[in-house]
């Protein structure tokens, strides 16, 4: 023991004799004095100004000092964002959180999934546990204006719609009278599903479940002739049938469901930041640019300008988001455009919703895709 | 067991063997007979749709494809051997327990094995949560710090690293005054004392608010700390004077202590990658634990902290003490009155909003905050069934034996009155367990939300069934484990008659 203490002992002097002599002067004094200056600015600003202006073009400084963008995803949407086998996650929601990390960090891995629910969600924003939210969030009125929250351009118009089998003979909603349909309960569907009848003057009788799973299931033993859902979730649970063939969704749509990224009210800055992330991927399309040919267009000279725009070889157009001049590049190479994100979760090798001739092709082809001029 | 040694007289045979078990349990009467006949007939109907089932039409590979992701969820692939060194450690700890246990002679490994238990915290934190640990260069330079520029430390906000230092040395350096005898242990140890006071001299002389805002030199504030950690020190060890090898506990203590002492003082980040404190295991924060690993140490940590919590406020809400009886009471009756799932969603959704803004604490921290308070509180009101039940004459007893009140309630009440409600604790354990599922609703990902996720893969869609059954397949192992458990201690304790 005594040996002990007398070790302790010494060693407390030789800790402190080097200390006393180890701080370098040069080295520790620098070191100091830029952290001092920086630490006290950053501190000032997360604690004293008051919230409705902390984001003020603070966002993109703090998710930089973060290392990560922290995005607010669904943990089980088919398509749109689940866990993989790798325990990762992934869909079509979840790649456009990649694209941002892409497009301020250039590295895709630079995100912070954070699965929320549907209740907690808006309350993650506030309280800024998340920086954007990228979670089938349908843009209304309300959430828009009295939450606090605004949104970015719609990267998926949804809609509810309605499955029914092809054998049923119902090709549309006004042949369904007095059906029996398998509705979710307490949810904006069973409402629109009421509204959606009795407008038509028609009756039904509706088969309430708690989870979507449930409906699917009882829809699928037969209990109910339709099933009613958004059609992205429909065409999910479509799969999951015994024979997916025998099913079909019907044309009509019984409400809009414009689905996009969300952000808190009061830093324009960072929502132009989002904004224009989304709108230079559908841009992408248009164009032609994809992630394997991205590279190539990139080293030449393009002839449309816009594209040279896009990419970052005329104007400034990075600089004025605080981003890299050519962040489009990367974002392109990484995460693909818009027609590639698509395919990739909700094409037929993901969840097989039909795009064409629906609301999400791009503008030139009949649909509602009809970004703003990279100018 | 008894074996039929002689020929001639053989048992009889309704008694032994698999008929004579039959026809004892399940054909003793006709209608126990046709019982068991119909029984079985449901058993078959009911077993031969599912066995076909699952042979036939279960798609497996949603659950064997994803068992990785249903153990370990979202924590790094690169870290999961970290997970196997901390199961390696538990069913090692596990192993070595119930060896030395169950031989009564070696009774000299069990402080060894407590320890180890005591430790086992800590170290699977380390272990699963990683750590940032400073490395020689940096301790030497932030020391530099407290020397030469105390003002970093404010600027950094890390004042209270020297509080904290100046607790530890101060209720240390106390307790060896009353504690040790030999002049050179007690020098050395006021010599440790009064480097991290000296250490603290340049810091001392710089202004800070500290209470009420009040503006003083941070000398005030930390000399009143360690004036009233050296009080408490003391008081702490002259309770221990009579306690056998109580210098060489002490002295393991500030072994212990000095390590902590400079890891305290030394672990902040000043911003220059060379000198800054480095990941020695990367740092997996709680947030992004899923899967078992959650749902695990959820259970573990509420079960482990909610123990102590809820058998103070059982003694709390028995305590003549008006404050502290009238506090267990209202907490006991106001986390009782509310459900779980109300907690969690206070804890997930409500305080975020009271937090002053830049302050988020780990989500799943707060699951595990809200779960403790609640089954404490539970707990509480089970133990407190339990304290009645020790008849009066037993602390009358005690007390005439002269022990002091700490005493009786520890040797003599306590010890009987856990032996009492075994069975509704552990029921606590096991229904706590499984409402660990809960958290799926705030948005944490556990076994059960895990496996609802994975199987929203194309591949996989429609695959409800199977992680239904993976997932109660989890829950029931380990809940029968919890109760298998419970029933043998109740045997050792001699609660119930060993079966």
Redesign the interface.
């Known amino acids: ?2 040996k ?3 070790l ?2 010494i ?3 030789a ?2 004799v ?3 002599c ?2 370098v002067e040069p ?3 620098t ?2 004095e ?3 200056v ?3 600015e950053t ?1 000032e600003v ?2 004293k100004v008051p ?1 409705s202006f ?1 984001m003020e073009s603070a966002r993109l400084e703090a998710v930089k000092s973060n290392g990560k963008v922290r995005c607010g995803v669904n ?5 749109f964002g ?7 996650f ?1 869909g079509f929601d979840t790649d456009f959180c990649r694209a941002l990390a892409v497009a301020i960090f250039n590295d895709p891995t630079a995100v ?6 549907a ?2 969600r808006f ?2 924003l ?4 998340v920086d954007v939210l990228i979670r089938n969030t349908t843009w209304t009125f309300s959430r828009d204006v009295e939450l606090g929250t605004d949104f970015g351009p719609t990267t998926f118009y949804d809609g509810q719609g309605m499955m029914v089998r092809k054998d049923s003979g119902f090709t549309s909603l006004s042949d369904m009278g007095g059906a029996t349909v398998c509705v979710l309960s307490g949810t904006t569907t069973e409402l629109n599903l009421a509204d959606a009848f009795s407008a038509r003057g028609l009756t039904y009788d509706p088969l309430v479940f708690d989870k979507s ?1 449930e409906t ?2 009882a829809y699928d033993e037969g209990r109910c002739d339709g099933l009613t859902s958004d059609k992205s979730q429909l065409a ?1 649970l479509r ?3 015994t024979n997916p063939a025998d099913h079909q969704i019907l044309a009509e749509t019984m409400s809009k469901e414009p689905l996009g990224p969300v952000w808190a009210h009061g830093d324009q800055q960072w929502g132009d930041l989002v904004s224009w992330v989304v709108n230079g991927i559908i841009i992408a399309e248009e164009k032609g640019i994809t992630s394997s040919n991205v590279a190539e267009i990139a080293a030449g000279t393009p002839e449309d300008p816009e594209v040279a725009r896009l990419l970052g070889l005329e104007g400034s157009f990075g600089e004025l988001l605080g981003l890299a001049p050519d962040f489009m590049v990367n974002v392109i190479a990484a995460v693909g455009n818009y027609g590639e994100i698509y395919d990739r979760h909700l094409g037929p ?3 097989d919703i039909p795009r064409e001739g629906s609301f999400n092709a791009l503008w030139k082809d009949g649909g509602l895709l009809y970004p703003p001029p990279w100018r | 067991m008894e074996r039929a040694e002689s020929s001639s007289i053989k048992p009889p045979v309704t008694s032994l063997g698999v008929l004579g078990w039959l026809r004892a349990n399940l054909f003793s009467s006709w209608i126990n007979s046709l019982l068991t006949i119909l029984t079985l007939i449901l058993i078959y109907f009911f077993g031969r749709v599912l066995v076909i089932w699952s042979v036939r039409e279960a798609n497996w590979s949603a659950v064997t494809n994803n068992l990785g992701v249903l153990t370990w969820g979202r924590y790094p692939n690169t870290e999961v051997w970290r997970l196997g060194v901390s199961l390696i450690l538990i069913v090692l700890m596990g192993v070595l327990t119930w060896v030395q246990w169950s031989r009564q002679e070696n009774q000299r490994s069990r402080p060894v094995l407590l320890a180890g238990w005591l430790m086992m915290p800590f170290v699977l934190t380390i272990l699963i949560r990683g750590i940032t640990m400073p490395t020689f260069r940096t301790i030497i330079n932030n020391i530099g710090y407290y020397i030469v520029h105390p003002d970093v430390l404010i600027a950094l906000d890390q004042t209270w690293r020297a509080n904290a230092a100046l607790t530890l040395t101060g209720l240390l350096a106390g307790a060896s005054w009353m504690i040790f005898q030999k002049r050179r242990s007690r020098i050395l140890t006021n010599v440790g004392a009064l480097v991290v006071l000296a250490l603290m001299v340049p810091l001392s002389t710089l202004s800070q608010p500290w209470i009420f805002g009040l503006r003083t030199p941070m000398a005030i504030p930390m000399l009143l700390t360690f004036g009233l950690c050296l009080l408490i020190g003391r008081a702490v060890g002259r309770s221990f004077t009579n306690m056998v090898g109580r210098a060489h506990v002490l002295g393991a203590i500030w072994m212990i202590s000095l390590p902590i002492v400079v890891i305290v003082l030394t672990t902040f980040e000043v911003g220059n990658e060379a000198v800054d404190p480095v990941e020695a295991l990367m740092i997996v924060p709680p947030n992004i634990w899923s899967g078992i690993l959650l749902t695990l140490s959820l259970s573990v940590v509420s079960i482990a902290a909610s123990f102590p919590i809820g058998v103070l406020l059982a003694l709390g809400r028995r305590s003549s003490l008006p404050v502290v009886k009238g506090f267990s009471i209202l907490f006991i009756e106001l986390v009782r009155g509310v459900p779980l799932i109300s907690i969690l969603f206070m804890a997930q959704v409500m305080l975020p909003l009271f937090l002053p803004l830049g302050v988020n604490i780990d989500r799943v921290l707060r699951a595990m905050a809200g779960m403790i308070l609640f089954t404490a509180a539970y707990l509480a009101e089970i133990v407190r069934g339990g304290l009645q039940a020790v008849r009066n004459e037993q602390v009358e007893a005690a007390r005439a034996l002269g022990l002091n009140e700490f005493l009786v309630t520890s040797l003599v009440v306590l010890p009987q009155a856990l032996r009492a409600v075994i069975p509704p604790i552990m029921g606590q354990f096991v229904s706590i367990f499984k409402d660990t599922s809960l958290v799926a609703i705030v948005g944490l990902l556990d076994v059960l939300a895990v496996g609802q996720s994975v199987i929203k893969a194309r591949e996989y869609l429609g695959a409800v069934r199977e992680i239904y059954l993976f997932a109660g397949l989890f829950y029931f192992v380990f809940s029968y484990a919890m109760s298998q458990a419970s029933r043998r201690l109740e045997a050792r304790l001699g609660v119930v008659e060993s079966e």
């Open positions: 023991m005594r002990l203490f007398a302790t002992g060693l407390i002097v800790g402190l080097l200390a006393a180890a701080p080295e520790v004094v070191v100091v830029t952290k001092e920086t630490v006290i501190q997360q604690v919230v902390v943990s089980g949407v088919p398509g689940f866990l993989n086998e790798a325990g990762e992934t912070e999934f954070r699965p929320l629910t209740a907690e309350t993650a506030q309280t800024n546990e799973d699917a299931v999910g799969t999951t049938m090798e993901g969840t």
